[in-house]
């Protein structure tokens, strides 16, 4: 079944600077979703971007898609220490209801 | 504020005994779901309700149930934990059943097998 792989599987990076996580998938998809998780929390819903667009801006997060490549990255500006978490992507896999989310991405911001 | 809440945020249990985990939403949201989550693993959906119809994924053991009483809740019962089950336990609502549906998650419970 489908399943996001994210990429890297951990990224370090100092207050400030950006930070980029990628995202490849196997099927076509209706939609991709993604989410953070703080540790030990639940899952929260950051951006949704559908099969029809490429691109989508929330703050300081920029979600591109690639549906030729089967990709998605996730750009989070001038990163602060509040932004340590681990990212999730959720492609659809074209079904209906599920979400398959993969093992995500760990980020660290140092301050 | 709306939410999904989650109880209790940590249960230990012993191996064989069994253990319920509740999830309530202020929401309204007609679609309930339960997904397991093990350590730096993905979340891993067991099942979902919408409203009062079930849905089993395919590969759920059936150690795993759920209880759906009513739009508010929604349980998670392990009938015989094994050491394998520890896990987090996260419970997301959303509005419909639709891959374009934000889904909205509680803060998990983490189980512990003995």
């Known amino acids: 079944s489908q399943q996001g792989e994210e990429d890297p599987q951990a990224l370090s990076i100092q207050e400030g600077e950006n930070a980029t996580m990628n995202c490849s998938y196997k099927?076509?998809?209706?939609?991709l979703q993604w989410y953070r998780q703080n540790s030990g929390r639940g899952l929260v819903h950051l951006i949704l971007?559908?099969?029809?667009?490429r691109e989508k801006h929330s703050g300081r997060l920029r979600v591109t898609l690639d549906t030729s490549k089967k990709s998605s990255s996730l750009l989070i500006t001038a990163s602060r220490a509040a932004d340590t978490a681990s990212y999730f992507c959720?492609?659809?896999?074209?079904?209906?209801?599920?979400?398959?989310f993969g093992k995500g991405t760990l980020l660290t911001v140092n301050p | 504020d709306a939410m999904v809440i989650q109880n209790p945020r940590y249960q230990v249990t012993q191996f064989g005994k069994p253990v319920t985990l509740s999830c309530s939403q202020t929401l309204n949201h007609n679609v309930m779901y339960w997904y397991q989550q093990k350590s730096s693993q993905a979340p891993k959906l067991l099942f979902h309700?919408?409203?009062?119809?079930?849905?089993n994924e395919a590969d759920t053991p059936d150690n795993f149930q759920s209880r759906r009483p009513n739009t508010s809740f929604c349980f998670l019962d392990i009938r015989s934990p094994g050491l394998g089950d520890a896990a987090m336990y996260l419970c997301a609502t959303s509005r419909a059943v639709s891959s374009s549906d934000e889904q909205f998650f509680g803060p998990g419970t983490r189980l512990t097998v003995l």
């Open positions: 971007i559908r099969s029809n667009e």
């Open positions: 309700y919408y409203d009062k119809d079930f849905n």
């Open positions: 959720a492609p659809d896999g074209g079904s209906n209801y599920k979400l398959t």
């Open positions: 099927t076509s998809i209706n939609n």
